[in-house]
């Protein structure tokens, strides 16, 4: 690479970053780019990081343990560290929306739900990308691994968002 490609590769990272933070900072009720929680929260959120952290380990052990005994996967290797990093968010999102700490003080849920959405369609766009010109077995085997990843870590918090909405509401109706 020479010098000027990561110049721009910084700059570039450095714009996506900001725009993250503005929009993140937009979907926050009192405009804050931090998210409150509570102390309850805290502590669940806390222990939903453990759990996320403890899924890593164990998934870089399996993959430790394949690497020895000679066990390859038909995918980059490079997709696996981040196929790894979505399995622990996945873990630490969905625990912390079932038990009730995922959505903080000053969110505004719909606003990041609309995030989520935009989110799981942009995620889409390299995954058909990649199918209609190199086919399934080249979409799994290259980068788009992690975009199906992604897609996988969404759709397995949306359905633990929906789940403990449709909970919420029984405990309402009962109570």
């Not at 010098?3 to 993140?24: D, E, G, K």
């Not at 505004?108 to 959405?117: C, L, S």
Request: charged content about 15%; some cysteine; overall charge positive.
């Amino acid at each position: 690479m020479t010098t000027t490609s990561i110049i721009m590769t910084i700059i570039c990272l450095a714009l996506i970053a900001f725009f993250c933070w503005a929009i993140f900072k937009r979907a926050n009720n009192d405009h804050k780019a931090k998210t409150q929680y509570d102390e309850r929260q805290n502590v669940i959120r806390g222990r939903g990081y453990m759990f996320g952290f403890w899924t890593v380990l164990v998934f870089l052990g399996i993959l430790f343990i394949m690497e020895t005994f000679g066990i390859t996967l038909p995918v980059a290797p490079f997709s696996l560290g981040f196929i790894g990093a979505i399995l622990g968010a996945t873990v630490m999102s969905v625990y912390t929306v079932w038990n009730g700490a995922y959505w903080g003080l000053n969110n505004n849920r719909k606003q990041y739900i609309i995030i989520f959405a935009f989110l799981l369609l942009f995620n889409l766009i390299p995954i058909i990308g990649a199918w209609k010109t190199e086919g399934f077995l080249n979409v799994i085997q290259g980068s788009s691994l992690v975009n199906i990843g992604v897609e996988f870590m969404l759709i397995a918090l949306g359905a633990a968002l929906l789940l403990r909405q449709l909970k919420d509401r029984n405990e309402e109706a009962e109570g």
